[in-house]
């Protein structure tokens, strides 16, 4: 079966926001890297996709500079990357037809956010026909505050909030929701067939908190 990796949204936007600190994977980066390797090495097509909100001011607007893959992501010359403005990695790009004209009909995805672009990306490729892995731990989020909580209020005050939902729950919720419905839920390990690698992970950012 042809397969293929969908990288979703690890770009510098993210960075900026004041929510990163509190990531759930500073070590995003390597995880992905990890993940392109063995795709790479098995012959299988990669896909980055790039979130955009052109004109928005915020650092989604590629205008501000922000919208480019983090440091030490490197794509190769063969390897798409694609620009989309809705959560999900099909609606807006041509990546249903770069897929259907390779054949692929299995799909890892990873990326940021796991609840967010990336479960919602797994969900219409399952729709779509797709056999699709959820590459749980290479993917990252941040907390979510309760939708009563101030606006102004800042972050790190916010996370204090019991209410905020923290980033374990989000991995956890998004776990349940997807396994043996939309897709299987593995290990960047499971997926690779390596062992995780000893050693303090490599932060992206500001590691920061990561829990709530």
């Not at 955009?52 to 983090?70: I, K, N």
């Not at 939309?182 to 920061?208: D, H, I």
């Amino acid at each position: 079966m042809n397969s293929a990796l969908v990288v979703i949204d690890v770009q510098n936007s993210f960075l900026q926001l004041p929510d990163w600190r509190h990531t759930s994977r500073p070590d995003i980066v390597p995880r992905v890297n990890r993940l392109a390797a063995a795709a790479r090495n098995a012959g299988d097509a990669v896909v980055w996709v790039l979130g955009s909100r052109p004109g928005s001011g915020s650092v989604f607007d590629p205008a501000r500079g922000f919208v480019r893959l983090m440091d030490g992501i490197r794509p190769l010359d063969d390897e798409p990357v694609l620009t989309k403005t809705a959560h999900n990695a099909f609606t807006t790009t041509g990546l249903h037809r770069f897929l259907t004209r390779r054949g692929v009909r299995k799909l890892t995805v990873c990326g940021i956010r796991t609840e967010q672009c990336c479960e919602t990306t797994a969900r219409l490729a399952s729709d779509l026909g797709f056999e699709v892995d959820f590459a749980i731990d290479a993917t990252a989020t941040t907390p979510i505050p309760h939708r009563d909580a101030p606006d102004d209020l800042p972050f790190d005050e916010l996370v204090q909030d019991p209410r905020t939902l923290g980033v374990d729950e989000i991995v956890d919720r998004t776990a349940y929701a997807l396994s043996g419905r939309f897709a299987t839920v593995k290990t960047v390990a499971e997926l690779t067939g390596t062992p995780e690698p000893t050693g303090n992970p490599e932060p992206t950012g500001n590691p920061g908190l990561t829990g709530d």
